[in-house]
Nanobody, 124 residues
Framework: QVQFLESGGGLVQPGGSLRLSCVVS????????IGWFRQAPGKEREGVSI????????YYSDSVKGRFTISLDNVKTSLYLDMHSLKPEDTARYYC?????????????????WGQGTQVTVSS
C-alpha cells in the first residue's frame, strides 16, 4: 500500500522560508512523476512543482518560479520543496501527489496517489 507522509508546513512571515518533505512508502516502481500541489480555501488544487523520477525533468508554476526548488531522493523515495521569499498568496494546504509514467503534467486530475497535506500559512 502506497503511503505519503508530508511535513514541514507551518506559519511563516512574508519573505521567510520553509522546507516541505514527503516520504513515500510502499512505492516500488522506478518510473514515476511526483510533485507538490496546493489548494487554498475556495480555490481548485493546482500544480506547484513536479519532477520526473527517471530523468529529473521539472515543472514550476509561474507563480513560484525562481523562489521554490523541488528535489527528489530516489534512494529514500523522499520529495522536498524548498520555498523562499514566501508571500501571503502562497498560503495553502500543500499536497504530495504521484502517478506512474514519465510525463510531467501540472494537472492534478492525472495523479492517482495523494498524501494528506501540510498547511503553509504566510502571514505577519
Amino acid at each position: 500500500q502506497v503511503q505519503f507522509l508530508e511535513s514541514g508546513g507551518g506559519l511563516v512571515q512574508p519573505g521567510g522560508s520553509l522546507r516541505l518533505s514527503c516520504v513515500v512508502s510502499g512505492w516500488t516502481l522506478d518510473y514515476y512523476v511526483i510533485g507538490w500541489f496546493r489548494q487554498a480555501p475556495g480555490k481548485e488544487r493546482e500544480g506547484v512543482s513536479i519532477i520526473s523520477s527517471p530523468d529529473r525533468t521539472t515543472y514550476y508554476s509561474d507563480s513560484v518560479k525562481g523562489r521554490f526548488t523541488i528535489s527528489l531522493d530516489n534512494v529514500k523515495t523522499s520529495l522536498y520543496l524548498d520555498m523562499h521569499s514566501l508571500k501571503p498568496e502562497d498560503t495553502a494546504r500543500y499536497y504530495c501527489g504521484a502517478k506512474f509514467g514519465t510525463v510531467v503534467d501540472p494537472e492534478p486530475s492525472y495523479y492517482d496517489y495523494w498524501g494528506q497535506g501540510t498547511q503553509v500559512t504566510v502571514s505577519s
